[in-house]
């Protein structure tokens, strides 16, 4: 079965409007989640880390403000885009791994689309 | 940095050809590399690692230092073999985990 879980898999929301994707780790305890965003025919890229208790960290050109990020059990984080806007519309997707060197799971991943 | 160059955006090959999906790296220190699979409306998942030297679905991929490469080789494609295929070095997380720098994928169809 799944051992990563995210919701909504789709969502469309108007232009201002917030939105937020939940990501779950349905298998073990992760003190760790990551997440990628991919645009339409490009690869994934990494933006951020979530760090269970603690802030999240960014990748370079990944605004905070923007793209909030929660982490505030072992198995659930959510990222929520605020203010979205066209421009934010792509696929979001989330990972955990048991540890360091060891296996990347994936989420589904989440179609935003911003109207 | 890590940077990852797959230079084929797609692959055509026939079913029973022999597949060579190609990835090359730059890094700093000692790489360690994954290769993910999508297959098509499924989650990203794990194809192979270098270090496990295994082979996955009659995949198989040797790192080469020298040339900085991780290719990824099946003597006879399949049908089933259609996918995008991601080559990605990973950065072990102080925290737990891994982040993962993935490369632009290549598009594998194989034709009957």
């Known amino acids: 079965g799944a051992v990563v879980s995210q919701h909504p898999s789709r969502v469309i929301c108007k232009s201002g409007t917030s939105v937020k994707i939940e990501c779950r780790s349905l298998?073990?305890?992760?003190?760790?989640m990551f997440w990628y965003r991919q645009f339409p025919k490009q690869s994934l890229m990494l933006m951020a880390t979530?760090?269970?208790?603690?802030?999240?960290?960014?990748e370079q050109g990944v605004e905070k403000d923007k793209f909030l990020i929660n982490h505030a059990s072992l198995t659930l984080s959510t990222l929520t885009v605020t203010s979205a806007h066209p421009e934010d519309s792509s696929f979001y997707i989330c990972?955990?791994?048991?540890?360091?060197?060891?296996?990347?799971?994936f989420g589904q991943g989440t179609r935003l689309t911003v109207v | 940095a890590q940077r990852v160059t797959q230079p084929e955006k797609l692959l055509s090959v026939f079913k029973g050809a022999p597949v060579e999906l190609k990835c090359n790296y730059s890094?700093?220190?000692?790489?360690?590399l994954f290769w993910y699979v999508q297959y098509s409306r499924q989650r990203l998942q794990l194809l192979l690692r270098?270090?496990s030297r295994e082979s996955i679905k009659g995949f198989t991929a040797d790192l080469n230092k020298g040339e900085t490469s991780f290719h990824l080789k099946k003597p006879f494609a399949q049908e089933e073999d259609s996918a995008m295929y991601y080559c990605?070095?990973?950065?072990?997380?102080?925290?737990?985990?891994?982040?993962?720098?993935f490369g632009t994928g290549t598009q594998l169809k194989v034709e009957l």
């Open positions: 270098h270090i």
């Open positions: 298998d073990f305890q992760a003190t760790t």
């Open positions: 979530s760090n269970e208790g603690s802030k999240a960290t960014y």
């Open positions: 990972s955990v791994s048991r540890g360091q060197h060891t296996e990347a799971f």
């Open positions: 990605a070095p990973i950065r072990p997380y102080t925290g737990g985990g891994n982040k993962l720098t």
């Open positions: 890094y700093s220190g000692s790489p360690e």
